[in-house]
C-alpha cells in the first residue's frame, strides 16, 4: 500500500515489521534496527546475503554518539558538514549494536538522510531504522514508491509516499584508518566536494570474494537485460545488426547510421540530462534504467560520462549494471 500516514508508519516500525521509506538518495526498506527480529526480515525480504552489512539511519549528529565509538575528528567534521544529507559513515561499533546489522564487522554504517517524512519519522521514534536500498539484492534501486511496489508488491505492508528521490543514487560512503579518510564506495556526494575539506582520498578495493564493502561488489544495480558500456555508442551500434536495442545517454539523442543496410533496431532512448547537468543525470539514471528494462530489448547499450565529480558515481553504477561476473 502506498501511502503518506506516518502514524501508521510509526505503528508497523514499533511492531518490528517493516515499511519503505523515502529518502533522499533512493528508497529504503526500513526497520528497527534495535529488533534482530526486525532485522532478520529485512535480509529475507531483499534475499541480501548476511555478509552484506546494513546502514543505520540517525535522526540527528548527536545521536551518533548512541550507535558508535572513539569516533575521529574528521568524521565529525564530515558529518557536521554533510549532514543531514548522502553521506554514509563507516565507524567502530558500539557493543549493543547487533552483529546482524555490521555482518560481525567492528564497524557501523551510519547516516542522517535528508528527506522531511524520513526525519520526521526518526524523531518520533526511540530507536534508529536500518535500510538497506528497497530492491531485491543486486537489481536497480528504487527512486520512487511505484518502483518499490513493483518490487515487492504486497509483502510490504506499507510503502511511505515522499515523491521522487532528489539525488537518484545512493550516499557516499567514507570509513576511516585512524583519521584517514578512505572511499568504500561512490555515491551522491562527488568525491571532489569531499576531499576539499579531507584532501585527497585513497579508494577501498576488494577482491570479489571478500568485499571490504558490498556496493563495490562488481555486478551490482543492474538491469535483468543485458548492458554495455562505451564511450562510442554510434560504433556499437552498427555491431548489433538487428538486435533490438536500447539506449542511455547522456545529452543527445543517437541516430542509426543510414548508410550502413544491416543497422540495429533503436526501440528506445533515454536522454539522462538534456544540458549535461551531471545531478539532472544523477537524479534521473535509475528510473531511466527501469524504463528501458521494462522494453524486452536484446540490449542496453550505456554511455560514459565524462569521469569528473557525479560523473564518476554515475560511470561506476553504469560498470556495475555491465559486469557479467559478481
Ligand atoms: O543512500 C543510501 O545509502 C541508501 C538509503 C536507503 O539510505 N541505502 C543503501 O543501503 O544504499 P544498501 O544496503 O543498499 O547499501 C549499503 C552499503 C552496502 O554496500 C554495504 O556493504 C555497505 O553499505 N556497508 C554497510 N556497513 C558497512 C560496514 N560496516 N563496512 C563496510 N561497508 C558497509
Ligand atoms: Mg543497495
Not at 201 to 216: A, D, K, Q, R, V
Not at 243 to 271: A, M
Amino acid at each position: 500500500m502506498i501511502i503518506k500516514d506516518i502514524v501508521k508508519a510509526k505503528e508497523i516500525l514499533q511492531n518490528n515489521e517493516l515499511i519503505a521509506i523515502p529518502t533522499e538518495t533512493v528508497y529504503g526498506l526500513a526497520g528497527n534496527a534495535y529488533s534482530d527480529e526486525a532485522i532478520k526480515k529485512i535480509f529475507v525480504l531483499k534475499k541480501r546475503p548476511l555478509h552484506n552489512p546494513l546502514i543505520v539511519h540517525l535522526k540527528s549528529v548527536s545521536s551518533i554518539y548512541d550507535v558508535a565509538t572513539e569516533i575521529p575528528e574528521n568524521a565529525l567534521i564530515l558529518a557536521n558538514k554533510f549532514w543531514p544529507g548522502p553521506l554514509t559513515l563507516l565507524l567502530k561499533k558500539q557493543d549493543h549494536i547487533s552483529d546482524l546489522i555490521t555482518a560481525g564487522k567492528n564497524t557501523v554504517a551510519v547516516r542522517v538522510p535528508n528527506h522531511p517524512f524520513a526525519l520526521i519519522l526518526l524523531n518520533q521514534l526511540d530507536f534508529p531504522l536500518v535500510a538497506p536500498s528497497a530492491n531485491p539484492f543486486g537489481s536497480i534501486s528504487p527512486t520512487s514508491a511505484e518502483h518499490v511496489l513493483h518490487y515487492f508488491g504486497q509483502e510490504i505492508d506499507l510503502i511511505l509516499d515522499g515523491g521522487e528521490c532528489e539525488k537518484g543514487v545512493e550516499s557516499t560512503i567514507i570509513g576511516f584508518e585512524n583519521n584517514t579518510p578512505i572511499l568504500y564506495r561512490h555515491g551522491s556526494i562527488p568525491i571532489e566536494e569531499i576531499e576539499k575539506i579531507t584532501g585527497k582520498l585513497s579508494i577501498i578495493t576488494n577482491n570479489e570474494t571478500s568485499p571490504n564493502s558490498p556496493g563495490m561488489l562488481s555486478r551490482h544495480y543492474a538491469p535483468k537485460t543485458d548492458t554495455y558500456l562505451t564511450n562510442d555508442v554510434s560504433a556499437l551500434l552498427n555491431n548489433c545488426k538487428g538486435k533490438k536495442v536500447g539506449l542511455l545517454l547522456f545529452k543527445k539523442i543517437t541516430q542509426n547510421d543510414n548508410n550502413t543496410n544491416n543497422t540495429s533496431l533503436i526501440i528506445h532512448q533515454e536522454i539522462l540530462s538534456k544540458s549535461g547537468n551531471y545531478s539532472e543525470a544523477a537524479k534521473n539514471l535509475y528510473a531511466a534504467m527501469h524504463r528501458l528494462d521494462q522494453n524486452k530489448l536484446d540490449l542496453i547499450i550505456a554511455e560514459r560520462l565524462p569521469d569528473e565529480g557525479l560523473g564518476k558515481t554515475i560511470n561506476d553504477k553504469l560498470e556495475r549494471a555491465t559486469k557479467k561476473n559478481r
